[in-house]
């Protein structure tokens, strides 16, 4: 039991020190793609990110939702990286669905030296929209540990 309040503990620090995550989508026809963006999350299990609808993670969305996400530390040197890994479900935010994500955003966007973001950044005829991947499953890794399966609450 320790050692699964360890890897939580892991978990929710790799959470909160990082940036930025990587999603995977995929096309209709299965071709995988990756992506970096900027995060903001609510409770370890809703995480939040602006894009452009045309980028190709956006447009993979549409026919895929599923998605796989990990958020590392890519500065950390060979052999001691950690990780967190999740299999979510995306989607473009629209309607009242969006005014408590993009508080959160935004709070965290400010927090990093970021600016504030309000719903009319991410509505016409602004560029950009408004995404949230909803996290079913979490792992960790850790140096010299396989993927392990780890339940992260708030």
């Known amino acids: 039991m320790a050692e699964d309040q360890d890897l939580a503990t892991l978990a929710r620090e790799i959470v909160d020190t990082n940036l930025y995550m990587t999603l995977g989508t995929a096309d209709a026809a299965g071709r ?6 900027y995060y903001a999350f609510d409770a370890y299990r809703e995480f939040f990110w602006v894009s452009f609808p045309d980028a190709t993670h956006s447009r993979n969305l549409v026919e895929r939702p599923e998605v796989g996400i990990v958020i590392f530390d890519s500065t950390v040197p060979i052999n001691t990286g950690r990780g967190v890994y999740m ?3 995306a989607e473009e935010l629209t309607g009242p669905d969006r005014e408590p994500g ?8 400010v927090a990093s030296g970021g600016e504030p973001w309000t719903l009319a950044d991410v509505e016409d005829p602004e560029p ?3 995404y949230r991947a909803t996290a079913s499953e979490h792992s960790v890794i850790r140096p010299m540990m396989q993927r392990t399966p780890v339940t992260i609450e708030a």
């Open 32 to 37: 995988p793609w990756a992506s970096p963006v």
């Open 87 to 89: 299999t979510a479900v």
């Open 102 to 109: 993009i508080e959160i955003f935004s709070a965290r966007s």
């Open 128 to 130: 950009l929209r408004f």
